[in-house]
Each structure stands twice: as structure tokens, then as C-alpha cells.
């Protein structure tokens, strides 16, 4: 696979003075009772400037939305500084707008009254509202639905009563948190088309535009600027700037090297991505912590076996891009499986391909009982929490043990919405390998037959 070079440049940091906002070593992290802490951003430095689409891309859960919120002073950052045009963002009058995936109308206001409200809000006459308004709703091609109310409007339609609204304001950095994801594939493309054409054309009455997506190739078509996040915790893990020009085609091979470019920074989250000739990276500021359990990614042991035999199909070895694209995937559907089978030992990524191993090779052309002896093998030597879920279920009389032992483990690393999820995972994982069971009811692990054991006693007693 060929890397990125005639697409990207290195990044020249702005100067503050330039800066429209500016990100000095923000941190979050959540305090725990044992004086640990949750850390879900290292300090990082960020910047954004007039004339440029940003586009700030990641994996599930990696803190995406998270800096956004930082950056518009919806939320205050753990440490670190938010600037305003150089004055701290909590002692400035910051002039943003959001939009977001849920279109978020007022469903008793009709359309003219929705995009009015921002502006009602900062007490704007009515006549000049009006006025504004039903400027912005032509600009975005709604003329003829300002009295139509959102419960008649398609998705499409919507989500441009949503630009409108932000934009009446006009506000010199907007915010878009995945704006397109709740679309349909022609909508949502549809609309990516008309915001580079107002952005392009100087009909949008902002200066700069943050977008915060899971969509690569979304990112390389309308993005100036790209910032790719890892996680655990967040982190700046490259930040360059898109040398293509507009229009950008698809099927250029400019364009698809880039795109390679940034699933191969994803898809190998614990390397520098340093492949790229002419790239310079920001410092990537890593969590000195050492991490005591793997994240376990959120993927079905069935969605792993599937990625394995079209792996198997296509001799072994496939472009993650590819792939992803052949399955009709986002990045964020397809790397949890690719990360489960790499853990597992199922797989490995090389150079942004995905590589079956032999046993990778030997669990796809298994029969269902020998796939589950070799799920279970690897999951007891490649994780640890399934591990120790294991050999305590194994030491104890009663072969049982509670949820919460292990969800308290958890937590001193993960936030509790994560460690639940963790815990979810964990079970799918120990059930299908029948490594143990999980008594919902009393909210504990057992061993397999000790639960059914347990179950045929209840039965006898009815």
C-alpha cells in the first residue's frame, strides 16, 4: 500500500495571536475516591483559525466530543486553558454555534420560529430576526417551509433547519458534532456538497468550521485540517493539513492514499505514525499511567469469526480501507472487530492490512465446538480480565463471584459507563468461549454448570 506524501504537509502551529480559539495543555480526567483518577484527555494543545474546516477524527469513545465541549465552554477543562482571542474562554464573550446529530428542534415551533430562537434568545427585535432568518433559511434552500413544523420534515430537511439555526447567529467558529451520521448515505452527501459549497463560496457567515466525525473520508473531503485522536487516554496523534484541492474526487489516488494514511494511524494505536514523508506530529502526550487491563474492544465473537472467513475468502490478507468498504462499514463498526481479533492473536495489521494468523486461519475453518476451544484459549492467554474472572470463579468453594469485585477493579481505570461496558463485553466473551456464566439476576459470575446446577434445583423446588 503506497503512503500519503503529495496530500499532506507539515503543520505549521499558528500563532496565538491568530488563533480564534486556543487549546493550552487541556486535560480531563474524573477524580476516584482511592485518589486516582480517570484520565479521558491528556494535556493537549489545539488550535483553530480563521479560514479553515477542521476535522477532528478518532475511534469510539476516544474524547471526541468531549474536546468539542472543552472548546466551546460547555465544559471546563480538569487543567489547561481555553483562549478566546487570547482571554480565557471562561472571562470572554465567545461568539460559537453547534450543530448536532440529533437535529435537537423545538418540535412546537414551526421552522422560522426554530431558527428565530437563538436569535430571540440574545433579545434581537422581531422584525430583525425575521429578517435574518428567513435570509438564512433561503441560503440553505428552505424557502417555502417556514411554516411547516419539524414532525414534517424529512431527516434532510432537518438537519438544515439545524445549519440555519446555527448560523443565523452568525457565529465565527461553527461546531458540528457528527452532523451527518444520522442520515441516510445520499442525504448526508447531499448535504456535505451544499456545506462546502457555502463555505467555499463565502455564503456561510462564519470564519472557521470544527467538525467532529467518525467518517475518514468525510474528513478528507471537506477538511483544510485533520486532527486524529487515540484514546485511552485521548491524545493528538497527528494534525496536518489537506493538500487537495476543491472539488475533491473520490477515486483520485491522492485521495485514497490519505485515506490510507489515517486507517493505518488508527488501526495501530499504540505506534507512532511516523511512516508519512513530509508530515511533522505534535508530541503525542501519553498517560505515564500503566494501564493494568486492555480496553476490550466491543465486538461479538460472531462478528469476529465473519471478518476472519472474508479474510480467509480474499487469500489471508486485505486494505482495512477496502474492507470496510466492501462491508458498507463506518470506521467506528469495523476497527472494534479488528482490534477483538488482533487481541485474540486472530489477526494482525500490517501496513493498514489486515493479516490472518494461522491460528486466525485454523478458528475460520474450525466446526463450532473447535472454534469455541480456540476462542477460549486465546481469551485466557491474551485477557487478562477474563483471566482472573476465571481462576477466582476456579478458587472459590462456591465457584461465584460478584459483579461488583471486579467492576471496583475496573473503575480505579476506566469511567463507570466504560466499566460497565467492559463488564458486558466480558460476558458475551466468557459465555460463548464457556469459560463461565453470569447470573443476572444476583449479579454474579459462576461457573457454567454450577448455574445450571442452581437452575434445575429452582426447577425440582416448583
Not at 437535529?103 to 422584525?127: H, I, K
Not at 414532525?151 to 448560523?167: D, H, I, T, Y
Request: hydrophobic share 45%; glycine share 6%.
Amino acid at each position: 500500500m503506497q503512503e500519503a506524501n503529495t496530500s499532506t504537509q507539515a503543520i505549521v502551529t499558528p500563532q496565538a495571536a491568530h488563533a480564534i480559539i486556543r487549546a493550552e495543555k487541556i486535560e480531563k480526567y474524573y477524580a476516584q475516591p482511592s485518589q486516582s483518577r480517570i484520565q479521558v484527555i491528556s494535556a493537549t494543545d489545539l488550535s483553530i483559525v480563521p479560514g479553515e474546516i477542521v476535522a477532528l477524527l478518532g475511534p469510539s469513545g476516544s474524547g471526541k466530543s468531549t474536546m468539542l465541549r472543552m472548546l466551546t465552554g460547555l465544559s471546563m477543562p480538569s487543567a489547561g486553558t481555553v483562549y478566546w482571542h487570547g482571554k480565557p474562554i471562561a472571562e470572554a464573550e465567545i461568539n460559537v454555534s453547534i450543530v448536532f446529530q440529533s437535529f435537537a428542534l423545538f418540535p412546537w415551533l414551526t421552522v422560522l420560529e426554530n431558527v428565530e430562537a437563538p436569535l430571540a434568545a440574545r433579545g434581537v427585535a422581531p422584525a430583525a430576526r425575521r429578517e435574518r432568518s428567513l435570509k438564512m433559511l433561503d441560503t440553505v434552500g428552505l424557502d417555502g417551509f417556514e411554516a411547516a413544523y419539524p414532525k414534517e420534515l424529512s431527516g434532510g430537511m432537518k438537519q438544515r433547519v439545524g445549519f440555519a439555526r446555527a448560523l443565523v447567529v452568525e457565529p465565527e467558529v461553527l461546531f458540528m458534532d457528527e452532523p451527518f451520521s444520522a442520515l441516510d448515505v445520499l442525504t448526508a452527501e447531499n448535504l456535505r456538497s451544499e456545506l462546502l459549497e457555502l463555505w467555499t463560496k463565502k455564503t456561510m457567515p462564519t470564519k472557521a468550521v470544527f467538525l467532529v466525525t467518525h467518517n475518514i473520508e468525510e474528513a478528507v473531503l471537506l477538511a483544510d485540517r485533520i486532527i486524529v485522536l487515540g484514546r485511552n487516554p485521548a491524545r493528538i496523534r497527528t494534525d496536518f493539513q489537506v493538500q487537495l484541492a476543491q472539488p475533491r474526487n473520490r477515486k483520485s489516488e491522492a485521495f485514497t492514499e490519505l485515506v490510507d494514511y489515517i486507517y493505518k494511524v488508527l488501526t495501530r494505536p499504540d505506534a507512532e505514525p511516523a511512516e508519512a514523508p513530509g508530515l511533522q506530529f505534535a508530541p503525542a502526550v501519553r498517560d505515564q499511567r500503566q494501564m493494568r487491563y486492555q480496553m476490550l474492544p466491543h465486538a461479538r465473537p460472531g462478528g469476529i469469526a465473519g471478518l476472519l472467513e472474508l479474510l480467509l475468502d480474499k487469500g489471508g490478507r486485505d486494505d482495512i480501507y477496502r474492507l470496510a468498504d466492501d462491508l458498507a462499514f463506518e470506521i467506528d463498526d469495523l476497527l472494534p472487530i479488528v482490534d477483538a481479533a488482533q487481541l485474540l492473536g486472530f489477526l494482525k495489521v500490517d501496513e493498514g492490512d489486515a493479516v490472518i494468523t494461522p491460528s486466525g486461519e485454523e478458528f475460520a475453518n474450525s466446526e463450532i465446538l473447535r472454534q469455541k476451544e480456540l476462542f477460549r484459549n486465546a481469551a485466557i492467554e491474551n485477557v487478562l480480565l477474563l483471566r482472573q474472572i476465571r481462576r477466582a470463579l476456579d478458587a472459590k468453594s462456591d465457584h461465584s463471584v460478584p459483579e461488583e469485585f471486579f467492576l471496583d477493579l475496573l473503575d480505579e481505570q476506566f469511567s463507570e459507563e466504560e466499566s460497565q461496558r467492559q463488564i458486558e463485553t466480558t460476558v458475551t466473551w466468557g459465555r460463548y468461549a464457556e469459560l463461565f456464566d453470569f447470573d443476572a439476576a444476583r449479579r454474579r459470575f459462576v461457573l457454567p454448570d454450577v448455574l445450571d446446577e442452581e437452575i434445575a434445583t429452582s426447577e425440582d423446588k416448583k
